[in-house]
């Protein structure tokens, strides 16, 4: 009986915990260090803004971001406040499909906190290209494998 209980406690802990597909096989797993942050405009051209920062996908299934436009009086985003960008939490991993989604536990922006944000990826070689699921957000981030 005691050897049921704690294989039923096991299987809970299993499917309760945020899934990255292929567990350690997926490409994303690492830390990235950015290298390009790209916006659309208006009249729909692209410029690249000097952010520099970080992501991290843990074994574990976790996502961390910190990023930071060196411009401390730039206009607050929907992600940032005073030109920083921090938030983590549970995230999944469809490798298939080149996406994945967090849900924000902690965020430096508090009304992220509870959303559940969904990004494309590509990752080539030691690069990463992060971009939104909606293509109307209109940016582009590149990263370097640490």
């Given amino acids: 009986m005691k050897n ?4 039923l406690m096991t299987l809970t802990l299993a499917a309760s915990s945020p899934a990255l597909a292929d567990d350690s096989k ?5 830390a990235w260090r950015m290298t390009s942050l ?8 692209q410029t690249t803004i000097p952010y520099s920062g970080q992501v991290i996908f843990s074994q574990g299934g976790t996502l961390s971001v910190q990023a930071m436009n060196p411009d ?4 607050p985003t929907p992600y940032t406040a005073n030109g920083y960008e921090a938030y ?3 995230v999944e991993v469809d490798e298939a499909k080149k996406t994945f989604a967090i ?5 430096l922006v508090r009304k992220l906190i509870g959303q559940r ?3 494309m990826f590509e ?7 992060i971009l939104p699921s909606d293509p109307k957000e209109g940016w582009r981030v590149t990263y370097k494998r640490l």
């Fill in 4 to 7: 049921l209980k704690i294989a």
């Fill in 123 to 129: 990752v080539n070689a030691d690069q990463l290209t």
């Fill in 38 to 45: 790209q916006v659309t405009g208006a009249n729909g051209g």
């Fill in 72 to 75: 401390a009086a730039a206009e």
């Fill in 88 to 90: 983590y939490g549970p």
């Fill in 117 to 119: 944000m969904e990004r």
């Fill in 26 to 30: 997926s490409s994303i797993i690492g």
């Fill in 103 to 107: 849900t924000v536990e902690s965020s």
